[in-house]
């Protein structure tokens, strides 16, 4: 055992390294404070996105006879753009785990979540996404109300929340003697102490989930610099939907109306094992249609088979069987959604993934305040002193 790691397992305050790491934890942290405090609010938020989604608009998620037989998929597609002629059909979902009618998204002059009744296909309502409140909370998250730039900037806070996890937990580490006494707050001490408890004891039991949250947050600003990382030691070759294309109609052939019901048709004939849950439409001439064929829960999209379609010619192109990963690359970049956002695995975890997000906030907070008591409060002692002396 070298003299250096003696010294971190039994006196690692002793370690020279230690006052360098603990300056790049403490000035990471109080840049990033803001920061932390606004994605740990917002993402402990978005766990519960659609529960709050159907708590705030109960006449459009729930239907009156949940158990009803469904309408036709183009019985529902054709009032969508019979009541918003001037929007575009994006997706429909059938009826699932969040939502007991129909949802659908719509572009156009606005964006708008629409719902129909399951029975019916009748438009029960829609919620204006540009104006949402949990619009909102997403932009936020997602890209902190600035749009890529705020992306790229998610995916650096990414990083130094990464560092702060691996600085963190090096300067938690309190002895071989000690590390016992450093799992557990002591809520009769001061409240300096208790403070510093709440920072320390609190940094260490939320570490796995937040690196996880700082990994998979610089993921979404790069993934596909992330997937080539990836694939240097296993190869990423299912995970990322195939690029399948329409062949362009002659030009003096206007666009024939697409069939919806013959395309669900072909999706199940082809599949019979599997249930239809929704319908990705075209958004331009050479982009094909996308039947979504769920081998488990409706609402589960980690588990869905995506059906390529030519909607014009009514041929099959091809299948993306999402989650069914081949490699062990594949596997990794896969659980890189499931893992940060914790929506996939019922209520409990979901509960967990929530608590754990205000993590984020508390250890700006308990930081901040424990850079006050260390140093700042001695500043402005000192500032009042002379203030009052003059």
Not at 263 to 288: M, W
Not at 351 to 359: C, I, M, Q, S
Request: net charge positive; glycine share 8%; with cysteine.
């Amino acid at each position: 055992m070298t003299g250096a790691w003696r010294q971190f397992v039994h006196r690692p305050q002793a370690l020279r390294l230690r006052w360098w790491i603990f300056q790049i934890h403490l000035w990471a942290g109080i840049i990033l404070a803001l920061y932390l405090i606004a994605v740990g609010l917002s993402g402990s938020i978005l766990v519960f996105r659609e529960e709050l989604t159907a708590l705030g608009n109960p006449s459009l998620v729930r239907s009156p006879h949940p158990e009803a037989p469904l309408a036709p998929l183009e019985a529902v597609e054709a009032e969508l753009r019979s009541t918003y002629p001037e929007h575009a059909v994006n997706t429909i979902q059938l009826p699932s785990l969040y939502t007991e009618n129909f949802r659908a998204f719509l572009s156009g002059p606005s964006s708008l979540t629409a719902y129909s009744d399951r029975a019916s296909g009748e438009v029960l309502g829609v919620i204006e996404r540009d104006g949402y409140w949990i619009t909102w909370m997403q932009q936020l998250h997602f890209y902190l109300l600035a749009g890529k730039p705020g992306l790229i900037a998610n995916g650096i806070g990414g990083l130094f929340l990464s560092l702060l996890c691996l600085t963190g937990i090096f300067l938690w580490w309190p002895g071989v003697r000690r590390w016992g006494r450093a799992l557990v707050i002591r809520f009769r001490s001061n409240w300096k102490r208790f403070n510093w408890d709440l920072h320390s004891v609190g940094g260490f039991w939320s570490l796995p989930l937040v690196l996880i949250w700082g990994v998979t947050g610089a993921y979404f600003a790069w993934p596909q610099e992330f997937a080539a990382a990836v694939n240097v030691f296993s190869p990423v070759i299912s995970v990322a939907p195939p690029k399948l294309s329409v062949k362009e109609l002659p030009q003096d052939q206007p666009a024939p109306a697409i069939d919806v019901a013959a395309l669900v048709a072909l999706a199940q004939e082809r599949e019979p094992q599997h249930r239809v849950s929704g319908v990705i439409f075209p958004t331009a001439p050479t982009v094909p249609l996308r039947v979504m064929m769920a081998r488990g829960e409706l609402w589960d999209t980690r588990s869905t088979n995506y059906l390529y379609y030519d909607p014009y010619r009514r041929e099959y192109l091809g299948t993306w069987e999402r989650g069914v990963n081949k490699t062990l690359g594949d596997e990794i970049v896969f659980l890189m959604g499931p893992l940060h956002f914790g929506v996939y695995w019922g209520f409990a975890l979901k509960a967990l993934w929530a608590t754990l997000g205000l993590a984020l906030p508390g250890l700006a907070v308990t930081g901040c305040l424990m850079y006050w008591n260390r140093s700042l409060s001695g500043v402005w002692r000192r500032l009042r002193s002379r203030k009052q002396a003059r």
